[in-house]
């Protein structure tokens, strides 16, 4: 039942029936259920106070919403450049990683490159021909000292290990930073704030709910007015209908004396009495509108329970706002915190990319050594073979130069034969006709030669064995 037609109904519905019999019996029934209607007038003010409460609600709000908006737009422009500085000190971490990340791959690579050289001279054992007799079998790794190299990358190691433990440090710092303003933002974005099921309206959506529920109140307020202004005028008609009925004094300034606050009826009897007409219709009326009066408190109970529901709307919104206002705060005062770590942060940023160009320059020196080492004994090992070669390129030349001397002593020798024979048979056909002192050398042998070493030594080459030194060969030139 609508308030405006529960008002008509009280106040102008003609009587359809005729009064009891005994007329006080009738009214007293009625007036007593009309006093205890007029108890409503409680849930009347209870909607007055809602409306006022909604009203200061909705101005506290205004107050708290332009504060958090300020605060907030505030907030917003620190965290661009907070996150500017952040995202370069980002990107120089992901890129010192990179660097990073390479120079232990380029020393893993090198290490291993190190350690197959090592293993090849391991693995050449020195012809026995070129040792002195009886000594043991040695390599080639036997006469370097790898020491050195292995100090060279224990440094580099212990290098590279600082160096990481200085990367993570920094990416620590660097990340605790950037959890700083992810937990600003958090708390500007309302995560970890979740929103009253009662509340309809997300705040989100950027307008407050509260106009619109000052407005709905406003109108159910009005409504149970006009409903209480209604029981009101009933209890009325019930007082002036027992005033008018022989005996109904009495009762009525008994019933009607203890009212509730806020309602004021008039009890004195009248002096001039109604007629037989007039009476009628007035009974008709009272007898039509008391069937209607508990309708009636039972509208204005349900606008007050829509009022207490909507102003648990208020309130859940308040409580939001007033959250929001308090993550707002505290994001600010995060921010202030983060913004005097914010020098620290950036000359810890700086200090490490300095450490770690001097790091990275000192690595590479290093392991540009380890290159060199690497390449000393690459060389050692083709010298090495290159020996072996020499060797038997020297055998074959003394082999050739002993072909030679033979040749030579061969040939000395038969001239030598034939110039005694020569000179044996000039002695024995002219010898007898010239005379001895006419050049004295002309009895003499003839001169022997003799071809040999220089100085009489003779160098003595190892005799390597042919498949030693064809291996040598394809080792330095490759197969043939």
Not at 134 to 147: I, K, Q
Not at 193 to 219: A, F, K, V, Y
Not at 227 to 253: M, P, Q, R, W, Y
Not at 403 to 412: K, Y
Request: aromatic share 4%; glycine share 6%.
């Amino acid at each position: 039942m609508s308030s405006s037609s529960s008002r008509s109904s009280l106040e102008h519905n003609v009587p359809g029936s005729s009064a009891a019999t005994n007329p006080l019996d009738a009214l007293l029934p009625h007036l007593l259920a009309s006093k205890r209607s007029l108890a409503t007038i409680d849930q009347v003010y209870r909607a007055n106070d809602l409306c006022t409460s909604t009203q200061a609600a909705l101005e506290h709000s205004a107050v708290i919403t332009a504060r958090s908006s300020f605060l907030r737009s505030g907030i917003t422009s620190q965290l661009g450049v907070l996150d500017a500085v952040q995202q370069r000190a980002d990107n120089n971490a992901r890129l010192v990683r990179t660097e990073f990340e390479d120079i232990v791959e380029g020393l893993d690579k090198a290490e291993k490159r190190l350690s197959g050289t090592l293993d090849s001279l391991r693995s050449t054992i020195v012809e026995a021909q070129l040792r002195p007799q009886g000594e043991e079998r040695r390599c080639l790794l036997d006469f370097v000292d790898e020491s050195g190299v292995e100090g060279l990358v224990e440094s580099i190691r212990a290098w590279v290990k600082e160096v990481g433990r200085e990367l993570e440090v920094f990416v620590a710092g660097s990340r605790e930073f950037e959890d700083g303003l992810k937990n600003v933002r958090d708390l500007l974005d309302g995560k970890g704030r979740e929103l009253d099921s009662g509340s309809l309206d997300t705040p989100n959506n950027g307008r407050s709910p509260i106009p619109e529920i000052l407005g709905d109140m406003e109108e159910h307020a009005k409504e149970m007015a006009v409903n209480l202004e209604s029981l009101v005028s009933h209890f009325d008609l019930c007082v002036t209908a027992i005033k008018h009925t022989e005996g109904g004094g009495d009762a009525a300034l008994k019933i009607a004396g203890d009212l509730p606050d806020g309602v004021d009826i008039g009890l004195i009897v009248p002096s001039t009495p109604m007629s037989d007409e007039q009476r009628l219709e007035m009974m008709g009326v009272l007898e039509d509108d008391a069937g209607q009066v508990e309708d009636v408190v039972m509208e204005i109970r349900s606008h007050i329970i829509d009022m207490e529901a909507m102003d648990q709307r208020v309130k859940t919104h308040m409580n939001f706002i007033a959250r929001e206002h308090d993550d707002t705060v505290a994001a600010f005062k995060m921010l202030e915190e983060i913004g005097q770590r914010l020098p620290t942060h950036i000359t810890r940023n700086q200090n490490f990319l300095t450490r770690w160009d001097e790091a990275r320059a000192r690595i590479d020196e290093r392991l540009e050594e380890l290159e060199n080492a690497k390449g000393f004994y690459e060389g050692f090992l083709r010298a090495y073979d290159n020996l072996i070669i020499e060797i038997g390129r020297r055998k074959s030349n003394e082999a050739k130069m002993k072909r030679v001397v033979q040749d030579a002593i061969s040939s000395l020798e038969k001239l030598y034969e034939d110039d005694f024979y020569e000179r044996e048979a000039f002695k024995k056909e002219q010898g007898e006709f010239l005379p001895v002192d006419i050049w004295p050398a002309l009895l003499n042998a003839p001169t022997k030669f003799n071809v040999g070493p220089v100085g009489g030594v003779v160098e003595e080459v190892p005799d390597i064995s042919k498949s030693v030194i064809h291996k040598a060969i394809r080792r330095i030139h490759g197969p043939t």
